[in-house]
């Protein structure tokens, strides 16, 4: 693994159980049926059934499982230890077609079984990586011809902010050495009063066209690029609860009568 993962798999580690055990993930819910899939995910990647998903970064398995739900046979892959023993745990519980491996991203043609039809990966991913023509080229060797790559993600746009208001404070472009986050702050964003241990990270801002380029550079053909108004956390405390959204949690917009920002993008991307 890059070493300058090592501080961020620390922390991931550490706040598995504390993720497992909230009401933000609410694994009881999830047992009893559903899906944490976003309506326009399940709209855009289309129906799965009898097809090969591999999901990158998959902490613990959710959004994972909710893709077996639907008929996918699903390999997982995430770096943390603790994420993949309890999603295996969690796949054998309710008896769903998926698998997963403990393994850094970049290393994930070595450790899954391909080739697949999907690689998926999905929120709060990309920005934990420093090499994004890198992670492409491994996409594109996991997937069989005529497969495609499947991303959703928070919007870039929204990093440059502080966490209290739109005050500009971070730069949008890629920086190779990375951002180091350390607040002094414990908890997580599934639950802001656990106590943690390990709380500072690394991370690299990616802009759109980065991505676009990276997805682009490895040889997959471009087919949509969205832009969605909403996102499933309070990224500023101005935001706004909707309720009725989504199947399960809640999404957060902007203020009626205000202007909409871009809050999450998503693309998909086809191999020849």
Not at 40 to 65: I, P, Y
Request: proline share 6%; aromatic share 12%.
């Amino acid at each position: 693994m890059d070493r300058r993962l090592e501080l961020n798999r620390g922390w991931w580690d550490e706040r598995v159980p504390i993720h497992v055990g909230s009401a933000f993930y609410d694994v009881d819910g999830f047992r009893s049926g559903g899906s944490t899939l976003r309506p326009f995910e399940v709209a855009e990647v289309g129906d799965v059934a009898g097809k090969r998903l591999a999901h990158l970064q998959c902490h613990f398995g959710l959004d994972s499982l909710s893709w077996a739900r639907a008929g996918a046979s699903v390999a997982g892959l995430d770096f943390s230890a603790p994420a993949v023993e309890a999603a295996n745990a969690l796949a054998a519980e309710i008896r769903l077609d998926a698998r997963f491996v403990q393994a850094d991203v970049y290393d994930a043609v070595d450790v899954l079984s391909g080739p697949f039809d999907v690689v998926y990966t999905g929120l709060g991913a990309i920005n934990w990586l420093p090499d994004l023509p890198r992670w492409a080229g491994v996409i594109a060797e996991l997937l069989e011809p005529g497969g495609f790559l499947y991303l959703a993600e928070f919007h870039p746009f929204t990093w440059g902010f502080a966490d209290e208001d739109l005050t500009v404070v971070y730069d949008y472009f890629h920086d190779p050495e990375g951002v180091g986050l350390d607040d002094g702050e414990t908890g997580s964003y599934a639950d802001l009063e656990a106590r943690t241990e390990h709380n500072a990270t690394l991370e690299w801002a990616h802009p759109i066209s980065d991505v676009v380029n990276a997805v682009l550079g490895a040889g997959l053909q471009l087919e949509l690029l969205s832009e969605h108004d909403y996102t499933l956390f309070p990224r500023w405390p101005h935001l706004e609860p909707d309720t009725e959204m989504l199947e399960r949690g809640v999404a957060y917009r902007h203020p009626a009568g205000t202007p909409r920002l871009p809050l999450m993008f998503s693309l998909r991307a086809r191999k020849p």
